[in-house]
């Protein structure tokens, strides 16, 4: 589209010459007689572009000027001026506008200005919608995925993030449950406020009640001072308890008082200490198991998970893998000054096929290696995982996941290569299982429901299985 255009001018004859000629340009034009009725456009329509009379009767140039620029601030004004009314234009131009236009003008230089600022407005409303999509399509807080797992995963995040509800995230190793975290948190009204993260993997049985709720000086040997805790520090803000499986289970309960009362002591001391804290807690074990077995306390249990966020694996959402490939290549381009090296069409299938155990984690680390110390123009699959290149059995890396025609645009190769290699690693484990879902589901390391939703997806069905 070439933009549309509104032309305001109360003589008429040169109003319509001007629609005349920006129409033979190819822009949409409407045209108002006055500044009353420009404004009704402004008001009623969806314009790029005004071009405007300076001086009129009643509502002004500089009114509508004005009043355009509070409406939408990425609606651009041109100023028409009569000679001698520089001054005017200046001043115009300090209340926004894009440029004017002294008379009497000809028509190339109209030409040449409308086609400039019109220019500018498109790039820039083109500019943020491609912000918007990838915000809301492609990312979220820097989580990358498309797929339908990690869209439910979004809408969650955002109907929960306002409120101070305690959540549980849970996910493998590598998953991104910080990110998760980070989208909570600045997402939410706390955003201002800070932010602490402690894993209480790293700490001793000894030193993670002080870490978590501070200490008194002469607590214990060695605290020759008073410490406030994490707690604490997160007045205010968000507290993340990452690995908190792995909490011993004394401190289990101080954290269940504190987390029930908004009130604890530090180790050593008596005095209550009171904090407004919203807690998120993540991990990757199975808290199920470990309540069962006694090594986690089940009230606590179900104090964290009030909201339980669930991080699928990227087993999961294959889909997601090449969008994350261009994500973690621009990324590691910028942070080491390298230029993007793009992914062969093996390089890419070796990827979507692999099992990256580690995840995202896993996969960044393969993509900044590659990007480094490839030889190439293009990062091979020899440069991501050496001469073993991912596959079901010997040479299966050598064939194709599907025939991609030559001239596709990049997405849909990728959507082609995707479902074909999905539909077919499915199709494959429900066979080994003679058509049992919940086999096939625990084979493959995903939940029952999510594999018939891919499944579904997909088209695959009960025949398949079978042929």
């Not at 001043?91 to 040449?112: H, S, T, W």
């Not at 993540?282 to 986690?296: C, H, I, K, S």
């Amino acid at each position: 589209m070439m933009g549309r255009i509104l032309i305001v001018d109360d003589e008429k004859a040169l109003l319509l010459a001007l629609r005349g000629l920006l129409s033979k340009e190819g822009y949409q034009v409407e045209t108002a007689t006055s500044g009353e009725e420009a404004l009704r456009h402004i008001e009623t329509g969806s314009f790029h572009l005004v071009v405007t009379d300076l001086s009129m009767n009643g509502v002004s140039g500089m009114d509508v000027l004005e009043r355009a620029r509070a409406f939408d601030p990425d609606l651009a004004v041109i100023m028409i001026t009569a000679h001698g009314s520089e001054k005017a234009a200046v001043q115009a131009m300090k209340l926004g506008a894009a440029d004017y236009i002294p008379k009497p003008f000809d028509n190339d230089e109209l030409r040449v200005v409308v086609r400039r600022v019109m220019e500018g407005v498109l790039l820039r409303r083109d500019h943020r919608r491609l912000l918007e999509q990838v915000h809301g399509a492609y990312g979220f807080e820097r989580i990358i995925g498309t797929s339908p797992a990690m869209r439910r995963l979004f809408e969650t995040i955002d109907r929960i993030a306002d409120t101070d509800v305690t959540v549980l995230i849970r996910g493998e190793s590598g998953t991104g449950k910080e990110l998760v975290a980070n989208a909570l948190h600045y997402r939410g009204p706390r955003r201002a406020k800070p932010l602490v993260k402690t894993n209480c993997a790293a700490l001793s049985r000894e030193l993670v009640e002080s870490e978590l709720f501070g200490h008194e000086r002469g607590a214990f040997t060695g605290a020759m001072a008073r410490r406030e805790g994490k707690f604490e520090a997160a007045d205010g803000g968000t507290l993340l308890l990452d690995e908190c499986g792995d909490m011993p289970l004394e401190t289990q309960a101080k954290l269940l008082r504190a987390l029930q009362e908004k009130e604890f002591e530090r180790v050593g001391g008596n005095q209550p200490i009171r904090v407004d804290v919203r807690v998120l807690a993540a991990t990757n074990q199975d808290l199920e198991a470990a309540v069962r077995a006694g090594r986690f306390r089940e009230d606590l249990y179900y104090r964290l998970r009030v909201i339980e966020l669930v991080i699928p694996p990227l087993a999961e959402r294959r889909e997601d893998i090449p969008l994350l490939i261009d994500h973690l290549l621009k990324d590691a381009a910028g942070r080491f000054g390298r230029e993007v090296k793009p992914l062969t069409a093996d390089a890419l299938r070796a990827c979507v096929a692999h099992e990256w155990k580690g995840n995202v984690r896993e996969l960044r680390s393969a993509v900044e290696q590659a990007l480094l110390l490839a030889p190439g123009p293009e990062i091979t699959p020899a440069d991501l995982f050496g001469a073993a290149v991912p596959g079901d059995g010997a040479g299966a890396g050598d064939e194709p996941v599907a025939d991609i025609p030559s001239g596709l645009p990049f997405r849909e190769a990728k959507e082609r290569v995707v479902e074909a290699f999905e539909r077919d690693f499915l199709v494959q484990a429900l066979k080994r299982h003679g058509g049992n879902i919940t086999k096939a589901a625990e084979e493959v390391g995903m939940y029952r429901q999510n594999f018939q939703q891919k499944m579904r997806e997909l088209g695959i069905t009960a025949d398949d299985a079978v042929r």
